[in-house]
């Protein structure tokens, strides 16, 4: 190839150089230019220079304004009409993007932090290579925009020159393609990399490169570029790093989604950057656009979450929110196939762009075949995989499957994290939506669907070989694994495979009663309970009564104790026709925990008896743990809490013996905490009851939390720390909130306005006692609580000076309360002297005696009727 000249700008600065006495050396020196750039403009190979270049030269030439103005119209004004290759004569692309910085036409949302450190790494001398790395659609083409703008404002002496690689599929083609961006062109003596680095040898030079990902090879030259170049640094951007030495990689994370603070309020919500990304995007094609309430920040906050925080991802959902609305694009999102909805980008983005669909192809085309199957299958897993789960569902296995998923690393289309001291690999959720899509293409997605499934109902069944430990390392695992387990009982439900999916259910009882996910367990269960209805076969049978016993054990911690008791007796006559002492035993004692719930006593202590001997007829000494915590249970819901604390120890003694874990122990040491507070020992409560706290919070036990919290609220409160009683009462009344159980959150609030009493807030037990009887309408168990807000709402009538509606109430809550038998705390008893004192004193003898009688005779309803008007007055 030729050279052309260009006489005009050449002629001008060799005559201007030759006028003012310098030779090419001397004006190098003086502008601060290498010599090489000097003798490449004067030569016209280096074609355009850069207008800092050409202010430079003006300056040390003294050139008179209008040849200043003369000598840059001839830079600006040069243009190339050498001859061309075949490769570099085709048209140039719309979408290429060359030499001056493109100018975004949209805001930068939520990227401050992200600016300002990699403003710090390229300020470092040792930083000559900086690659953005992430996955499709994370903004990496745009921070670096921003990034490169930045740049040129704040760093004087640098030039920043863009090329856009998007069109180029030919690694070789990347230095010409820097060379364009440049205006410098090969000569006849010298080849293309020679000449670049000629003209950079002593320019400062922020090259940005754009979409790295499909010329990776061309890194070598890059960096050879680089380092022939000592004042020349790289910003890259590609879904891979480009893996050559001195590079400094900087992956580019989603936005971050607005956490429980900020949803809390609309304000907040509106400048979480993800929000914040949708509204700006969503008001570009519907300028009125605005969430006025809450709820519609939720919505936005959910869409967001469910796109994974990709800012393409809800750039495109944005612009569909004038289409569909925010709850039609929410729904339409929350499918399985949503990347449909994720079209019709802006018309100046590249055409990769401007689908979700297809930026995750211009990935996927990249990779090889067995590349590609492995991206397909890891798209079975939710939430991730472990390298064992893997291996086993995709079939792939040794050194093939690490080479295979570093290269998905690699190219962001995996992600790797370390999670409970395991690796694991998982897809965000556009890349699993587009990896199930081309397993349905490639028909391998019931294949897939069904190795998955199995591998997870497997993991489920090895990790009960003993049905009665629960190892803390066990729930950890299966915590880890929860949303590949519920995919697993999807795909049992939806395939007709109803004896898998009741025996895993099954199975999952003690997790989701650990976990405190009742309603979604309980749903499972008497989904697959009812498709089941009565199998032949004895070991479908031992199924059917692992998943009534699951029943119970969920519905008993929900308060409906009518149905728990349905499912224990199925239960039980279940293992009874199969003959399984040990089952029998252990049906028997879950069972009891109901029946001592109903208050009926006699039956509870006899069923406790029987399994505790058949435990011991059969000799195994760890199963005699529960039925003596369970007899202490039952002894304190008598009223006898000296008989509770000593079946609470002996349980206690035997745990210790037997080397279960302290969170075994846990629930037992709780209930020792409130027989201490029934005896009137509040700091003996502490003392047993706060470390178990702890551990129940540490682990994730929700119910087992706030069943401590309760215990800790009364006991702070009785041994006079108000403000840490108050603290542990309205953490127990959230907590048992969350878990779906209103009326243990009534009891709450009942204990917290008998404490409101004591302090003579009428306020606070008046709004406490007005909540908890809404809290209570419509609740399977609110008969009994009722009693309760009955009696406490008539120490508010003594306490407001109503005698007659205080007689009638504290006769009906007192009565029927001890008709039920159950426990009455000292502070209970207390209130109760003070209310009946007070009564005395005020009302005659016959007038109380009348009142109280008339109490005694309210039906619920005419107590509720009381209760209310003496609330509302």
Same mark, same amino acid.
């Given at each position: 190839?030729?050279?052309?000249?260009?006489?005009?700008?050449?002629?001008?600065?060799?005559?201007?150089?030759?006028?003012?006495?310098?030779?090419?050396?001397?004006?190098?020196?003086?502008?601060?230019?290498?010599?090489?750039?000097?003798?490449?403009?004067?030569?016209?190979?280096?074609?355009?220079?850069?207008?800092?270049?050409?202010?430079?030269?003006?300056?040390?030439?003294?050139?008179?304004?209008?040849?200043?103005?003369?000598?840059?119209?001839?830079?600006?004004?040069?243009?190339?009409?050498?001859?061309?290759?075949?490769?570099?004569?085709?048209?140039?692309?719309?979408?290429?993007?060359?030499?001056?910085?493109?100018?975004?036409?949209?805001?930068?949302?939520?990227?401050?932090?992200?600016?300002?450190?990699?403003?710090?790494?390229?300020?470092?001398?040792?930083?000559?290579?900086?690659?953005?790395?992430?996955?499709?659609?994370?903004?990496?083409?745009?921070?670096?925009?921003?990034?490169?703008?930045?740049?040129?404002?704040?760093?004087?002496?640098?030039?920043?020159?863009?090329?856009?690689?998007?069109?180029?599929?030919?690694?070789?083609?990347?230095?010409?393609?820097?060379?364009?961006?440049?205006?410098?062109?090969?000569?006849?003596?010298?080849?293309?990399?020679?000449?670049?680095?000629?003209?950079?040898?002593?320019?400062?030079?922020?090259?940005?490169?754009?979409?790295?990902?499909?010329?990776?090879?061309?890194?070598?030259?890059?960096?050879?570029?680089?380092?022939?170049?000592?004042?020349?640094?790289?910003?890259?951007?590609?879904?891979?790093?480009?893996?050559?030495?001195?590079?400094?990689?900087?992956?580019?994370?989603?936005?971050?989604?607005?956490?429980?603070?900020?949803?809390?309020?609309?304000?907040?919500?509106?400048?979480?950057?993800?929000?914040?990304?949708?509204?700006?995007?969503?008001?570009?094609?519907?300028?009125?656009?605005?969430?006025?309430?809450?709820?519609?920040?939720?919505?936005?906050?959910?869409?967001?979450?469910?796109?994974?925080?990709?800012?393409?991802?809800?750039?495109?959902?944005?612009?569909?929110?004038?289409?569909?609305?925010?709850?039609?694009?929410?729904?339409?999102?929350?499918?399985?196939?949503?990347?449909?909805?994720?079209?019709?980008?802006?018309?100046?983005?590249?055409?990769?762009?401007?689908?979700?669909?297809?930026?995750?192809?211009?990935?996927?085309?990249?990779?090889?075949?067995?590349?590609?199957?492995?991206?397909?299958?890891?798209?079975?897993?939710?939430?991730?995989?472990?390298?064992?789960?893997?291996?086993?569902?995709?079939?792939?296995?040794?050194?093939?499957?690490?080479?295979?998923?570093?290269?998905?690393?690699?190219?962001?289309?995996?992600?790797?994290?370390?999670?409970?001291?395991?690796?694991?690999?998982?897809?965000?959720?556009?890349?699993?939506?587009?990896?199930?899509?081309?397993?349905?293409?490639?028909?391998?997605?019931?294949?897939?669907?069904?190795?998955?499934?199995?591998?997870?109902?497997?993991?489920?069944?090895?990790?009960?070989?003993?049905?009665?430990?629960?190892?803390?390392?066990?729930?950890?695992?299966?915590?880890?694994?929860?949303?590949?387990?519920?995919?697993?009982?999807?795909?049992?439900?939806?395939?007709?495979?109803?004896?898998?999916?009741?025996?895993?259910?099954?199975?999952?009882?003690?997790?989701?009663?650990?976990?405190?996910?009742?309603?979604?367990?309980?749903?499972?269960?008497?989904?697959?309970?009812?498709?089941?209805?009565?199998?032949?076969?004895?070991?479908?049978?031992?199924?059917?009564?692992?998943?009534?016993?699951?029943?119970?054990?969920?519905?008993?911690?929900?308060?409906?104790?009518?149905?728990?008791?349905?499912?224990?007796?199925?239960?039980?006559?279940?293992?009874?026709?199969?003959?399984?002492?040990?089952?029998?035993?252990?049906?028997?004692?879950?069972?009891?925990?109901?029946?001592?719930?109903?208050? #009926?006593? @006699?039956?509870?202590?006899?069923?406790?008896? +029987? $399994?505790?001997? *058949?435990? !011991?007829? /059969? =000799? &195994?000494?760890?199963?005699?743990?529960?039925?003596?915590?369970?007899?202490?249970?039952?002894?304190?819901?008598?009223?006898?809490?000296?008989?509770?604390?000593?079946?609470?120890?002996?349980?206690?003694?035997?745990?210790?013996?037997?080397?279960?874990?302290?969170?075994?122990?846990?629930?037992?040491?709780?209930?020792?905490?409130?027989?201490?507070?029934?005896?009137?020992?509040?700091?003996?409560?502490?003392?047993?009851?706060?470390?178990?706290?702890?551990?129940?919070?540490?682990?994730?036990?929700?119910?087992?939390?706030?069943?401590?919290?309760?215990?800790?609220?009364?006991?702070?409160?009785?041994?006079? #720390?108000? @403000?840490?009683?108050?603290?542990?009462?309205? +953490? $127990?009344?959230? *907590?048992? !909130?969350? /878990? =779906? &159980?209103?009326?243990?959150?009534?009891?709450?609030?009942?204990?917290?306005?008998?404490?409101?009493?004591?302090?003579?807030?009428?306020?606070?037990?008046?709004?406490?006692?007005?909540?908890?009887?809404?809290?209570?309408?419509?609740?399977?168990?609110?008969?009994?609580?009722?009693?309760?807000?009955?009696?406490?709402?008539?120490?508010?009538?003594?306490?407001?000076?109503?005698?007659?509606?205080?007689?009638?109430?504290?006769?009906?809550?007192?009565?029927?309360?001890?008709?039920?038998?159950?426990?009455?705390?000292?502070?209970?008893?207390?209130?109760?002297?003070?209310?009946?004192?007070?009564?005395?004193?005020?009302?005659?003898?016959?007038?109380?005696?009348?009142?109280?009688?008339?109490?005694?005779?309210?039906? /619920?309803?005419?107590?509720?009727?009381?209760?209310?008007?003496?609330?509302?007055?």
């Amino acid at each position: 190839m030729s050279a052309v000249n260009t006489p005009d700008f050449a002629s001008l600065l060799r005559r201007y150089r030759r006028r003012s006495g310098l030779t090419q050396e001397e004006l190098a020196e003086r502008a601060g230019l290498s010599v090489a750039s000097v003798s490449l403009l004067e030569r016209g190979i280096t074609l355009a220079p850069q207008r800092a270049t050409v202010s430079l030269l003006s300056e040390t030439l003294a050139l008179a304004p209008d040849e200043a103005a003369a000598f840059a119209a001839k830079a600006r004004g040069v243009y190339s009409h050498r001859d061309v290759d075949d490769a570099a004569a085709q048209p140039r692309p719309s979408n290429f993007l060359a030499g001056d910085l493109p100018v975004p036409l949209t805001s930068l949302v939520g990227r401050e932090h992200e600016q300002e450190a990699l403003l710090d790494l390229l300020g470092r001398s040792t930083t000559r290579l900086l690659t953005l790395t992430g996955p499709a659609g994370v903004g990496k083409t745009r921070l670096a925009l921003e990034l490169a703008a930045r740049l040129r404002r704040e760093w004087q002496r640098h030039d920043v020159v863009f090329v856009g690689l998007i069109p180029i599929r030919e690694p070789e083609r990347v230095l010409p393609a820097i060379a364009q961006a440049l205006d410098v062109h090969e000569s006849d003596s010298l080849p293309l990399h020679e000449t670049l680095i000629q003209t950079l040898h002593d320019r400062e030079l922020v090259l940005v490169l754009d979409n790295f990902e499909q010329v990776l090879p061309a890194a070598r030259a890059v960096l050879a570029l680089l380092i022939a170049c000592p004042r020349v640094k790289a910003l890259v951007t590609s879904r891979s790093a480009l893996n050559v030495r001195g590079e400094q990689c900087f992956p580019v994370s989603p936005l971050p989604l607005p956490d429980a603070a900020q949803r809390e309020s609309l304000d907040a919500l509106r400048q979480a950057p993800t929000v914040a990304l949708f509204l700006d995007r969503a008001r570009a094609v519907a300028p009125d656009f605005e969430i006025m309430t809450l709820g519609d920040g939720h919505l936005v906050a959910d869409i967001c979450a469910r796109l994974d925080g990709l800012p393409l991802a809800i750039e495109l959902a944005a612009a569909r929110a004038r289409i569909f609305g925010l709850h039609q694009l929410h729904d339409r999102l929350a499918q399985q196939a949503f990347l449909g909805i994720l079209t019709e980008g802006a018309q100046d983005l590249a055409d990769h762009q401007r689908m979700m669909r297809s930026t995750i192809a211009w990935s996927y085309d990249l990779l090889s075949d067995e590349e590609k199957r492995l991206f397909r299958w890891l798209g079975m897993f939710v939430g991730g995989a472990a390298l064992e789960a893997t291996e086993a569902v995709t079939g792939t296995t040794d050194e093939t499957l690490m080479a295979r998923l570093a290269t998905l690393v690699n190219a962001s289309l995996i992600q790797c994290l370390d999670s409970g001291g395991t690796r694991r690999y998982s897809q965000l959720v556009t890349l699993r939506a587009y990896a199930q899509e081309q397993l349905r293409a490639e028909g391998e997605w019931d294949e897939a669907r069904r190795r998955h499934a199995n591998y997870f109902l497997g993991l489920v069944d090895l990790t009960f070989p003993d049905q009665v430990d629960q190892p803390q390392g066990v729930m950890a695992r299966l915590e880890i694994e929860y949303e590949n387990i519920r995919a697993a009982l999807a795909w049992a439900w939806e395939t007709g495979e109803t004896l898998q999916g009741l025996h895993m259910a099954g199975l999952l009882r003690r997790f989701w009663a650990s976990h405190s996910q009742y309603l979604e367990g309980l749903d499972w269960l008497e989904r697959f309970i009812t498709r089941a209805g009565t199998p032949t076969q004895q070991k479908d049978r031992a199924t059917l009564a692992e998943a009534w016993t699951g029943v119970l054990m969920i519905t008993h911690r929900l308060d409906r104790l009518e149905r728990a008791r349905h499912a224990g007796e199925t239960a039980l006559a279940l293992w009874r026709e199969l003959g399984d002492k040990s089952q029998i035993a252990y049906s028997k004692m879950n069972l009891a925990n109901t029946i001592t719930a109903l208050h #009926d006593y @006699e039956r509870a202590k006899s069923l406790y008896e +029987e $399994a505790l001997a *058949l435990h !011991r007829e /059969l =000799g &195994n000494r760890k199963d005699q743990i529960f039925p003596l915590m369970n007899l202490g249970g039952l002894y304190y819901e008598m009223g006898r809490p000296r008989e509770a604390l000593a079946y609470y120890e002996e349980s206690l003694a035997l745990s210790h013996e037997i080397g279960e874990t302290d969170w075994a122990r846990a629930l037992t040491w709780n209930n020792a905490g409130e027989a201490y507070l029934m005896l009137e020992e509040p700091a003996r409560a502490i003392e047993v009851t706060e470390p178990n706290y702890h551990l129940f919070t540490r682990e994730h036990d929700v119910y087992g939390a706030a069943t401590c919290a309760f215990t800790l609220g009364r006991a702070y409160w009785r041994a006079g #720390d108000s @403000e840490a009683g108050r603290h542990y009462l309205d +953490e $127990a009344e959230r *907590l048992f !909130r969350n /878990l =779906g &159980n209103p009326a243990m959150a009534a009891r709450i609030l009942y204990f917290r306005a008998t404490f409101a009493l004591e302090a003579s807030d009428v306020a606070a037990a008046r709004r406490d006692l007005a909540q908890a009887l809404g809290d209570l309408s419509g609740q399977v168990r609110a008969s009994e609580y009722l009693w309760w807000l009955a009696e406490r709402t008539g120490t508010l009538a003594r306490t407001c000076g109503k005698p007659e509606q205080a007689a009638r109430l504290y006769a009906a809550g007192t009565s029927h309360r001890d008709a039920i038998r159950g426990p009455v705390e000292p502070v209970e008893r207390e209130m109760r002297a003070r209310d009946l004192a007070w009564l005395q004193q005020t009302m005659g003898e016959a007038t109380l005696a009348c009142a109280l009688g008339e109490g005694q005779a309210l039906a /619920l309803d005419e107590a509720v009727a009381t209760l209310r008007e003496t609330l509302d007055g």
